[in-house]
């Protein structure tokens, strides 16, 4: 949510910054600005709506060329999307120029005050006040640094600020507060970005900023600090993937390239997990097997997509651990006072690592003193920083809004996770594990399999989209459940239809009564392979719906001859352990959602509304 870049170097700063910004726009924004730092002044120009209608009114009225800027996508929250109220904000002398990213809760309270010294804002935002109280301690101290250093011990909330200053023509600083922000370091040239993919065209050479620390950046180096002005310790990192994996690579949307990625994502998160002696060995969770073996219940924290990813989870580290496991919220998590205590492990699970509400619940988890394993698609996030373990997924980078290969690399480290705590409890024998992971090493081949079937499904979005349909029900038994609620989210999020998930034995309880003819009801179908019990039920539940006139469009094994009679539109997927099926069920859900939107004539990468990284609570 929000997109910031900072620029200091060589190159032309506005075409380094509007590029970082591009980059950006997957994280959601409704008005996005500029500030280049010229000749001693400053240049600012900003504009509600899409890029494009800022490089409008940059085509109009081009700015001055320089090599220090700054920039910003906003996602209104103090104030209407206005010009007015985009980023960056400037002082009222036009010295200092701010953007930032989050929520100031005392902004109120400094605004009257900043009113009572004479200052005049312009703006409805909490950002105004910062270029007012970074301008007042300039004047007083000289340095930009040190005065963010002070603005920010007066400030409250989460946030991350990017200023720059007309007196100081080489200098950007950047400050953060539980909201994201990250350096890269090139060759005389430096760079500040929410997120590394704006500037992995330029350097690959990241540096993590800690918790309330303030950075400067100058072209030769960076200088970091806490807001005291003690220096801090930084860890550097090189990025594994470069420019071209955050492009669309010939595909009309990242969607649908990142749908096509999901068999590699799949395997490069299995990879190196599994020693010489076939035991797991996840170097990465350096926590030690007596904290694992004395933890007595696992609580897994999430939200959306993640949270789903939790639910199924939950069902293979119950059935391999034989450990009590809870599935929560994140945003409900503290508000309820979890029982908590030093041997509960807690999952929380990130694709971003920065997902406020889960870093919140994870903050709480810790004071109570329990353990936290994170899973995390991003390195030098905050949610693995700050967590005692981190099983880090290989998804690459994800810039579609709606996640796809984040959400099955989860599940592949959510069942590692399961196996590895089965093997360190005793709980699974080694040729057991051996051989569910033989089943998972499968799945990346069972993913292009099904992904080389989705014609049909393409089709039947297609038509579901001209019949006018605006609700569609998903159903499902045990793991398929939570994948009933994930497809049902994908198609909000995506086609802006309502779209309800229900476990299937919960159909006559309330549900069936919104049965009506021709309605679409996707139902996925466990393996009859399996728990023959799940399947014979759900098979029930599908006579029931299609004796009411229901359209059913059953997700069911390949050969599974005892419910084809009953399916409208019949999607099979490949033999699946029923533990594991929701990696390739999941598939064409994605594919349906996605098709069902453009037919629609919706913009999928970018759904309305919607953000990326939800980086406020």
């Not at 507060?177 to 760079?191: C, D, K, Q, Y």
């Not at 990025?239 to 994996?245: C, E, I, L, P, Q």
């Not at 086609?495 to 139902?523: C, N, Q, R, T, W």
């Not at 539109?569 to 996605?594: D, G, N, R, S």
Request: net charge negative; aromatic share 6%; with cysteine.
């Amino acid at each position: 949510m929000c997109g910031i870049v900072g620029y200091v170097g060589g190159q032309p700063a506005l075409d380094v910054v509007i590029s970082g910004l591009k980059r950006l726009e997957y994280r959601g924004y409704d008005s996005a600005g500029v500030t280049v730092l010229a000749d001693g002044q400053l240049a600012a120009a900003k504009k509600s709506g899409k890029l494009a209608n800022l490089e409008k009114e940059l085509a109009a009225r081009p700015l001055p060329s320089g090599t220090t800027g700054i920039g910003h996508t906003r996602w209104a929250t103090h104030g209407a999307p206005t010009d007015a109220n985009a980023h960056p904000h400037l002082d009222n002398s036009g010295r200092v120029g701010v953007v930032h990213n989050g929520i100031i809760e005392n902004f109120a309270a400094l605004r009257a005050e900043l009113a009572e010294r004479g200052h005049a804002l312009a703006s409805e935002t909490d950002t105004e006040v910062v270029a007012h109280l970074l301008a007042e301690e300039f004047s007083s101290c000289g340095d930009l640094a040190e005065s963010m250093r002070r603005v920010c011990r007066r400030l409250e909330g989460a946030f991350t600020l990017v200023a720059v200053h007309a007196d100081e023509p080489d200098v950007v600083v950047g400050a953060r507060r539980n909201s994201p922000l990250v350096v890269g370091i090139g060759a005389g040239e430096s760079f500040l970005a929410s997120d590394v993919a704006a500037f992995i065209a330029h350097t690959r050479e990241a540096v993590e900023l800690g918790q309330d620390q303030v950075v400067e950046l100058r072209r030769e180096h960076v200088t970091v600090t806490d807001f005291d002005g003690v220096p801090a310790d930084v860890r550097a990192y090189h990025v594994d993937w470069d420019a071209s994996a955050a492009e669309k690579g010939g595909y009309d949307y990242f969607m649908l390239k990142e749908i096509a990625e999901q068999p590699k994502a799949v395997a490069d998160t299995l990879l190196g997990r599994i020693d010489a002696g076939g035991s797991l060995t996840l170097d990465e969770v350096r926590m030690p097997a007596s904290v694992l073996r004395e933890a007595d219940k696992v609580v897994i924290v999430a939200c959306g997509t993640a949270f789903h990813a939790g639910m199924i989870a939950k069902y293979a580290i119950e059935h391999w651990t034989r450990m009590p496991c809870e599935v929560e919220l994140a945003s409900e998590f503290r508000y309820r006072d979890p029982i908590l205590d030093p041997r509960t492990l807690v999952i929380a699970i990130s694709q971003s690592g920065e997902t406020m509400d889960t870093l919140m619940a994870l903050r709480h988890a810790r004071e109570q003193g329990a353990k936290v394993l994170a899973i995390c698609n991003t390195n030098g996030s905050t949610i693995p920083r700050e967590s005692d373990a981190v099983l880090y997924t290989h998804a690459g980078p994800e810039v579609a809004v709606a996640s796809t290969k984040a959400f099955l690399t989860q599940l592949v480290a959510c069942y590692l996770v399961a196996l590895y705590l089965g093997q360190v409890r005793g709980t699974k024998w080694g040729d057991e594990i051996g051989s569910v992971i033989r089943e998972l090493s499968a799945i990346a081949t069972q993913v292009d399999d099904v992904l080389g079937t989705m014609e049909p499904v393409r089709e039947l979005a297609r038509s579901v989209a001209a019949a006018g349909k605006n609700t569609v029900l998903f159903l499902g038994r045990h793991v398929g459940y939570p994948v009933a609620l994930e497809g049902a989210l994908k198609l909000k999020e995506l086609a802006y239809m309502h779209a309800e998930g229900f476990a299937a034995g919960e159909l006559k309880h309330g549900p069936i009564a919104l049965i009506e003819d021709d309605l679409p009801v996707v139902v996925v179908v466990p393996s009859p392979r399996g728990r023959s019990v799940l399947h014979d039920k759900i098979v029930s539940n599908i006579q029931e719906i299609r004796a009411r006139g229901a359209r059913t469009i059953v997700i069911a094994e390949r050969g599974d001859a005892a419910v084809a009679p009953y399916a409208d539109h019949l999607i099979e997927i490949p033999p699946t352990p029923t533990l594991l099926q929701p990696l390739v069920a999941t598939v064409p859900l994605q594919v349906f959602a996605c098709e069902l939107a453009t037919a629609r004539g919706n913009e999928v990468d970018q759904p309305r509304n919607l953000a990326k990284s939800v980086t406020v609570e």
